[in-house]
Nanobody, 130 residues
Framework: QVQLVESGGGLVQAGGSLRLSCAASGGTINSYAMGWFRQAPGKEREFVAAINRNGGRTSFVDSVKGRFTISRDNAKNTVYLQMNNLKLEDTAIYYC???????????????????????WGQGTQVTVSG
C-alpha cells in the first residue's frame, strides 16, 4: 500500500515562495505520473500540476502557469511543487496523488482529473497572507 506524505506547507506573505514535497513509501512512484491538487475552503478540489513518469512533461492549471513548477526525483521517490509569487487565492490544502495506471516508459501522460489518481496524501496547508 503506497503512502504519500506531503510537507513544506505553511504561512507565507503574498509574493513569497514555498516548496512542497511529497514522499512516497510502501511502493514506488517511478512508473507513474504524479499530480498535485488543492482544495480551498468551500470549494471543490482542483487540479494544480502534473508530471509524467520520467519528468519530461508537465501540465499546470492556467492560474499557476509561470509561477509554479513541478519536478520529481525518482531515486528519492519524491515529487516537488515549487510555488513562487504566491497569491492570496493560492491558499488551500495541497494534496499529491499517484496515477492509478502504470505509465509506459515513453508515456507523456499528465492526468488532470482527480479520478485518474488512486493514492492520495493527507494534504499540507498553504496559507498566503496579504
Amino acid at each position: 500500500q503506497v503512502q504519500l506524505v506531503e510537507s513544506g506547507g505553511g504561512l507565507v506573505q503574498a509574493g513569497g515562495s514555498l516548496r512542497l514535497s511529497c514522499a512516497a513509501s510502501g511502493g514506488t512512484i517511478n512508473s507513474y505520473a504524479m499530480g498535485w491538487f488543492r482544495q480551498a475552503p468551500g470549494k471543490e478540489r482542483e487540479f494544480v500540476a502534473a508530471i509524467n513518469r520520467n519528468g519530461g512533461r508537465t501540465s499546470f492549471v492556467d492560474s499557476v502557469k509561470g509561477r509554479f513548477t513541478i519536478s520529481r526525483d525518482n531515486a528519492k521517490n519524491t515529487v516537488y511543487l515549487q510555488m513562487n509569487n504566491l497569491k492570496l487565492e493560492d491558499t488551500a490544502i495541497y494534496y499529491c496523488a499517484r496515477d492509478r495506471k502504470v505509465s509506459a516508459f515513453v508515456s507523456i501522460s499528465t492526468p488532470q482529473t482527480a479520478d485518474e489518481y488512486n493514492y492520495w496524501g493527507q494534504g499540507t496547508q498553504v496559507t498566503v497572507s496579504g
